[in-house]
């Protein structure tokens, strides 16, 4: 039998609305932070995976799923503001956190901010210490490794990376989007059609791609600058026993990163190899229930 997954709303301190799926009666708060071009849907699998011993709460980030986007966000600490914020308008105070992706920079900044709040931290194919940059292309489209994009209007106008993904956004081009994510993310395992169509119709819902690229190219938590912004440190913060999950074969978050985030966080901290691509969700969700349930018993 399927696990029941409620889709749920609430307003926090600010004034956004924060969607969010929560499932399970056990005893163990698991939150888990989506990355950029998803929402909360796309843990489904994982949350049906997990044993009934887990609380997990799955919000939608501010401009994506069904959470409101009242007000445009500048920064990866925006959206950590408001998972402290959500938590705090459900009364959870001491919990497990999982970032996948982009959500695992807004994981990293929370535990960095709040970690009172933050029992142990898990980073599934995060974006790292030093953001996630976009570099400038010449006139066939390839990057141009010596020159970084560091505004909005840059990255609004970057024809390989992100006008293709808005414009499929605005004509509703499922197709296009599937072929991108499996060149990109899905290159090992696909999800069923269904799931696949599920998981395309949810990733229009996003509106804040631009400021969301925009967040990870300004992320920073590092001592060294990172060619945008100067680091300010913030990863020495990071004190809550962490666990780095890094796909061998992921072609979005290089392996590099993952070193990045272990020498970075230090001792406190476990990179751990997986035999998958950017979505162990989808490549090995046994292996990667396994080892969550495994670091949080």
């Known amino acids: 039998m399927l696990k029941e997954i409620l889709l749920n709303t609430v307003k926090i301190q600010n004034g956004e609305t924060i969607a969010y799926r929560e499932s399970g009666s056990g005893d163990k708060i698991l939150i888990l932070i989506h990355g950029n071009m998803t929402s909360s849907k796309h843990w489904d699998l994982l949350i ?15 401009g994506m799923g069904m959470s409101s986007y009242n007000n445009e966000i500048n920064s990866i600490k925006d959206f950590s503001e ?33 970690p009172e709040s933050i029992k142990k931290l898990i980073l599934v194919e995060s974006g790292g210490i030093k953001g996630y940059p976009v570099f400038k292309k010449d006139e066939n489209g390839k990057p141009i490794f010596t020159q970084l994009i560091s505004t909005k209007e840059e990255l609004s106008k970057d024809f390989v990376q992100v006008l293709p993904i808005l414009n499929a956004y605005a ?19 696909e999800p069923s059609s269904e799931k696949f ?58 392996p590099v990163m993952g070193q990045d985030i ?4 230090g001792d406190n901290a ?7 691509g950017h979505s162990p969700l989808i490549d090995c969700l046994d292996r990667l229930t396994e080892e969550i349930v495994h670091f949080t018993k």
């Open 48 to 62: 049906e995976s997990l044993p009934e011993n887990y609380k997990i709460y799955a919000p939608d980030l501010r």
């Open 82 to 114: 408001d998972v402290k914020a959500f938590l705090h308008a459900l009364g959870l105070k001491e919990v497990y956190i999982a970032g996948w992706s982009t959500g695992g920079c807004v994981a990293m900044q929370l535990a960095a901010d709040y």
């Open 171 to 189: 004509r509703r081009d499922k197709e296009f989007l599937k072929t991108i994510w499996k060149t990109t993310i899905y290159t090992h395992n």
């Open 197 to 254: 169509d599920e998981y395309m119709e949810d990733m229009m819902t996003q509106r804040n791609l631009v400021d969301l690229d925009y967040a990870l190219i300004t992320f920073n938590i590092s001592h060294e600058h990172n060619g945008v912004v100067p680091g300010n440190g913030d990863v020495d913060k990071i004190i809550c026993p962490t666990l780095i999950l890094q796909g061998e074969r992921d072609m979005v978050v290089p």
């Open 262 to 265: 272990k020498d970075g966080i």
């Open 270 to 276: 476990t990179l751990t190899m997986l035999p998958c």
